[in-house]
T-cell receptor
């Protein structure tokens, strides 16, 4: 019940395409869903985050869609660029006693020129 | 510039040796974290600390130890009891406030890659 399942494991798109990364969770007590972006040899950086009272959030070319009933959320990257090539992690907040972020396993995205 | 500094960037450990990874932040954050990253495994929490002189075990604390004597510093020691220490280690910090510190963004350093000689 504490897992966050992320798919696909890897993704290749052409420049200008719209990669979509999906995450699913079981714990209905989760109340915070961030996405992090990680470039090789660097630490992850927060990209965008959403709370369950909102169905969609946009920041620039990045959009999170949230489906509370299905317990799923996804990241869409509009007009993808080669510079978006990175590993993307979804996560969810554990609203239980430990208050820890629960991380997905990551999606390696490659955007070809 | 405010941020998190991890050192060294690369570290090698001999059999039976303890090594310490440094993590320093100048963001004035109360909460700090240590993660281990292995290929295909995502980020796994080793230890975390909400305030100075207090820390809690994460999901994979065995073979590791930490201290939090100063707000700015949260060093991680990989002991000889950790049988598979080869990994990328990430330190992070976040604001802790009365509304719920766990929902604050975590800011990461650029990691230390530890290998076995």
């Amino acid at each position: 019940q504490q897992q966050v399942k992320q798919s696909p494991q890897s993704l290749i798109v052409q420049k200008g395409g719209i990669p979509i990364i999906n995450c699913a969770y079981e714990n209905t007590a989760f109340d915070y869903f961030p996405w992090y972006q990680q470039f090789p040899g660097k630490g992850p950086a927060l990209l965008i985050a959403i709370r369950p009272d909102v169905s969609e959030k946009k920041e620039g070319r990045f959009t999170i869609s949230f489906n509370k009933s299905a317990k799923q959320f996804s990241l869409h990257i509009m007009d993808s660029q080669p510079g978006d090539s990175a590993t993307y992690f979804c996560a969810a907040n554990n609203a239980g006693n430990n208050r820890k972020l629960i991380w997905g396993l990551g999606t390696s995205l490659a955007v070809n020129p | 510039d405010g941020g998190i500094t991890q050192s060294p960037k690369y570290l090698f450990r001999k059999e039976g040796q303890n090594v310490t990874l440094s993590c320093e932040q100048n963001l004035n954050h109360d909460a700090m974290y240590w993660y281990r990253q292995d290929p295909g495994q995502g980020l796994r929490l080793i230890y975390y600390s909400q305030i100075v002189n207090d820390f809690q075990k994460g999901d994979i604390a065995e073979g590791y130890s930490v201290s939090r004597e100063k707000k700015e510093s949260f060093p991680l020691t990989v002991t000889s009891a950790q049988k598979n220490p080869t990994a990328f280690y990430l330190c992070a910090s976040s604001i802790r406030n009365g509304q719920g510190w766990w929902n604050q963004p975590q800011h990461f350093g650029d990691g230390t890659r530890l290998s076995i000689l």
